[in-house]
């Protein structure tokens, strides 16, 4: 298993430029989510899936749009790219009723500027 | 609403001496706690939850629902326990959702 992956490992934006930040995972975890980390910030929630078609808001989803079409895919779209968006993102995903460990991607570093 | 609060940013200790980060929490009901960490470069993993009473590591965290707190403590660091260490607590029931504490950078001085 290749776990969860994601993909660009690092990308430079300009302000306005729109872009997807992909996830996927092959060990068909029902939920999937979506963190920023930011220094003195820690991890915050963007937005998350408890099952393919169904996508909820975290505590900061402003800016971001996701969608679940399978249960291996979540990726995240940055509709208008702005400085407050540089950070690491991460994406995760969690079997259902085993423990809720949260299985985390390598990270996404992203520089708006 | 739930909250983490982890009132360190930096921790720093000498190779053997005792190490504790701290985690307090705010929840209503019955939470589940979890430590994670994420060494230098690399993604971020479970390091021990406190339903599983586990020692990894040799790091342990009690849950004192007394005091809402969940402190991770190891009685002999080591330089490769240097990491950012992140207390996490999930709601109960089938809730997926994890809220995360700030983060403690623990350095591990030779």
């Known amino acids: 298993n290749a776990g969860v992956t994601q993909t660009p490992k690092f990308q430079v934006l300009k302000t306005g430029q729109s872009m997807t930040l992909q996830c996927a995972q092959d060990m068909n975890h029902e939920y999937m989510s979506w963190y920023r980390q930011d220094p003195g910030m820690g991890l915050r929630l963007i937005h998350y899936?408890?099952?393919?078609?169904?996508?909820d808001q975290g505590e900061v989803p402003n800016g971001y749009n996701v969608s679940r079409s399978t249960t291996e895919d979540f990726p995240l779209r940055l509709l208008s790219a702005a400085p407050s968006q540089t950070s690491v993102y991460f994406c995760?995903?969690?079997?259902?009723?085993?423990?809720?460990?949260?299985?985390f991607g390598p990270g996404t570093r992203l520089t708006v500027t | 609403a739930q909250r983490v609060t982890q009132p360190e940013k930096l921790l720093s200790v000498f190779k053997g001496a005792p190490v504790e980060l701290k985690c307090n929490y705010s929840?209503?009901?019955?939470?589940?706690l979890f430590w994670y960490v994420q060494y230098s470069r690399q993604r971020l993993q479970l390091l021990l939850r406190?339903?599983s009473r586990e020692s990894i590591k040799g790091f342990t965290a009690d849950l004192n629902k007394g005091e809402t707190s969940f402190h991770l403590k190891k009685p002999f660091a080591q330089e490769e326990d240097s990491a950012m260490y992140y207390c996490a607590l999930r709601g109960g029931g089938s809730n997926y959702k994890l809220t995360f504490g700030k983060g403690t950078l623990l350095t591990v001085n030779p």
């Open positions: 929840y209503s009901g019955s939470p589940e």
């Open positions: 995760a995903s969690t079997p259902a009723g085993v423990g809720y460990e949260q299985y």
């Open positions: 899936s408890v099952g393919a078609g169904i996508t």
């Open positions: 406190h339903i």
